[in-house]
């Protein structure tokens, strides 16, 4: 073999050689590029987006839609708190068709009510069949809930029954009724205005139920396991503690696993019950390891006030359908609904105190008939403005 064909050989080696080097080495370059957008990597693990305020996955803010003047503000305190997943739930009106059929329905469920002889009587009331069980399952047995009783007045026709000519009365209790009276105080009146507030809130909760089971979670209590994906609901006038995140993030790991409702706003303060209920009733949840120093975790009481509350997967099944039972729906304000579940153990629920939200009482409510609330809560500070005295600055 002669040399100039070895010197030969030898530089078609290298350049062979180099070939397969450049070959191998972009080929990797664009394997890994794919692995990468296609998630072909059995190691890849997508990054977990921060969990609103800490622990909340998504936001619904009840609100009628004129209220641009609220909305403003809800802006603002959305931005000031960095929430990124949050809606609007549009609120319902009071002088519409559907809260005029849902009043006819609410009657026809009164029917068989007779003063002639009492002025309080007690409707027949039942409960049904699995609107408390404890619905514990596996993890792989729930992932959507149909819509059932109260929900389906809308599209049913409306009952011939005439109204009457006073005001209804809201229920009590499971189904207790008590003769009307013009002496009775506002807060007993049955007004289309309140069952237009518990409809927004009965249609939030639905809502809730639904963008969980669109997700695929599991809309039932796993035994033992901690419930995440939690859904707060909050009203159009409310303003939050600057420091909500720090504050929350203490109370969390002392709920139970299986809690339903976690109340941000209705307290006691001092000797003076706010939203007209004394939840400090039932003593401290206590934790070895925790010891709260600006808020503390309290068993619910009776809870009067629906601005800020929070609602597991398996809580906001339970809530919807005891609110949907039609003896029950619609007969009294949604906050008092929700109380006497509370209260007759039919929901376990937990009370921030004092609140971590409360409302400003700064602008007119669509609700209250007449008069209302002068009282006014207090925050240490709150995003938009509310001091300790309740005013803003």
Request: charged share 20%.
């Amino acid at each position: 073999m002669t040399a100039p064909f070895r010197r030969l050989l030898a530089l078609t080696s290298v350049i062979v050689l180099t070939t397969i080097t450049i070959y191998l080495y972009t080929t990797t370059e664009h394997l890994s590029t794919l692995s990468t957008l296609y998630s072909f990597s059995t190691s890849y693990t997508p990054t977990r987006r921060p969990l609103d305020l800490g622990f909340v996955s998504k936001t619904y803010v009840i609100s009628l839609p004129h209220r641009t003047d609220r909305r403003k503000d809800i802006d603002r305190l959305m931005d000031g708190l960095q929430i990124s997943d949050w809606v609007y739930h549009d609120g319902t009106y009071f002088n519409t068709t559907i809260i005029q059929d849902l009043l006819h329905h609410i009657q026809a469920q009164r029917m068989e009510e007779d003063y002639s002889l009492h002025s309080i009587i007690n409707l027949p009331f039942s409960w049904p069949g699995d609107v408390d069980d404890h619905f514990f399952s596996n993890g792989s047995d729930s992932n959507s809930l149909a819509l059932a009783g109260a929900e389906l007045w809308p599209s049913q026709p409306t009952p011939d029954i005439p109204l009457p000519n006073t005001s209804l009365v809201c229920a009590e209790e499971n189904f207790r009724l008590t003769r009307f009276s013009d002496q009775m105080p506002q807060w007993r009146y049955l007004t289309p205005q309140r069952v237009a507030t518990f409809h927004s809130h009965l249609t939030a909760i639905r809502r809730v139920v639904d963008d969980n089971a669109r997700a695929g979670l599991n809309l039932t209590r796993v035994e033992g396991k901690i419930q995440e994906n939690i859904a707060l609901i909050l009203e159009d006038d409310v303003d939050m503690e600057v420091d909500i995140r720090e504050r929350i993030s203490v109370l969390l790991p002392m709920l139970p696993y299986d809690w339903d409702v976690l109340f941000l706003g209705t307290f006691v303060f001092s000797s003076i019950c706010f939203c007209w209920s004394n939840e400090a009733n039932h003593s401290a949840v206590e934790d070895p390891y925790v010891v709260p120093k600006k808020n503390k975790l309290h068993p619910s009481f009776q809870p009067r006030c629906l601005h800020a509350y929070a609602l597991s997967p398996a809580g906001a099944v339970r809530v919807l359908k005891h609110l949907r039972h039609e003896p029950f729906a619609y007969g009294r304000s949604v906050d008092l609904a929700i109380a006497w579940l509370i209260l007759e153990k039919h929901i376990k629920s937990f009370t921030v105190v004092p609140p971590l939200v409360i409302q400003r009482k700064v602008t007119k409510t669509d609700i209250t008939v007449f008069g209302g609330s002068i009282w006014k809560e207090q925050l240490h500070e709150g995003v938009l403005g509310t001091k300790q005295s309740g005013d803003e600055v």
